[in-house]
């Protein structure tokens, strides 16, 4: 019996913010076994604060804050690889998505094919199973 992986869409680090109208349901899926965050969500997490205008200090405090949130329990997975690339370009290309959610469908794809977001987007792609935001009670 293998041990399911499944990893986090960045959608899931934003809700952790206690003013998230989602909040709840992300503490909820912090509970969830062996949920990983992959890079990936983490380098969009990092992109949209950037693109919102906060500065490299903020982006830091808030990579630190999103750290301590995870603890020992929550493992960040490492998934950029030459591969990763080429399946996020085909996923775009042929569901459509966005660069950054099919980087992270990519790398739910490479780990397990399990992805935790309420985004129902995710559901066209073929292999992947969505899990809403507090789905792992």
Sequence with gaps: MSVKLPVADTELLFALNPKDRRHEKALATLS?????VPDTALFEFQAVLRARGRKAAEVARAMAALKQVFG????????????????QAEIEEKYGLSYFDSLVEASALMLDGIVVSDDKAFDRVEGL?????????
């Design 32 to 36: 969830m076994r062996n949920l990983k």
């Design 72 to 87: 020992r329990k929550i493992k960040e997975a490492a998934t950029i690889t030459t591969k990763l690339f080429m399946m």
């Design 129 to 137: 199973r969505r899990v809403p935001l507090g789905g792992g009670k």
